[in-house]
């Protein structure tokens, strides 16, 4: 539920407590636990990342070997375009917020009103709120911005069912410059045996790097966008390569049942 200040409506946390610590102080010593834990990374940052979505502690670590590559953005960055499914609510094409700000227990950020109405141009591309209500792909990504990044605004975009060249095509309207980062959130393989499993992300993380747009459901829950992601990077000629895998089995203990966590990274050409 929405929370109303004045003019400006809030998306308050849904899963604090529950994916991430919901005590403004445990959260900041946990996000900067796991960021120092990465060593500093050679070249050029991305221009885009792939990042997994689950509990801290159980991708945390890979979410965190993501974000390591941009640290060095920190006075750069000022806007944020992040892209995940839809795990709750059915959906055609992509939803954007109508609530101004999201919130975590380390404060609010805008939402980009600039960007959001220029999507809001498009037929695939609804506000609404629901979609966001309860969905967790997007927040959990929104301590490590906040910790990570100055300030900045954010365009937060769930995706249903919905074309690749769609997805690509709202992606390269949002591009920006040097100023803007690209997000997309998503696990990988999900609830088979450990070696099952690692084998399926490998193939999984091959596609990726070969940038092949085919992704379904069962190799990544994210696949919707990381096709776009992957089939904008054709089009352009970008460079996409692995930063970090591994799964539930590797980090919580249990290999019986896993979920797969991949960090993925895409460089403009001439940039990688």
Known sequence: MLRERGNTSVRPPAVAGLFYPDDADELRD???????????TPGAPPK??????????????????AYATVARLRHTVRRIVLI???????????????????ATPLGEIQVDRALKSALLQRNDVVEADAPHAQEHCLEVQLPFLQMLFDEFTLLPLVLGSIAREHVAAALAEVWGDAATLVLVSSDLSHYHPY????????VTSASIL??????????????????????L???????????????????AGDRSRVVGYGAFAVHEPGHA
């Open 195 to 202: 070696e099952q499993a690692r084998q399926i992300d490998a």
């Open 84 to 102: 995940g499914p839809s795990h709750r609510v059915y959906l055609r094409g992509m939803a954007a917020p109508a609530a101004s700000c999201f």
């Open 210 to 231: 070969r940038r092949e747009a085919t992704l379904v459901g069962e190799q990544a829950c994210g696949s919707v966008g990381i096709n776009g992601l992957l089939h």
């Open 48 to 65: 885009a990342l792939i990042v997994p979505h689950a509990g801290y502690i159980y991708s945390g670590g890979i979410a965190a070997a």
């Open 233 to 251: 990077a054709g089009q352009r000629g970008l460079v996409v390569s692995q930063i970090a895998r591994c799964n539930s089995g590797d980090t």
């Open 30 to 40: 946990a996000v900067s636990a796991y960021l120092a834990q990465q060593s500093d």
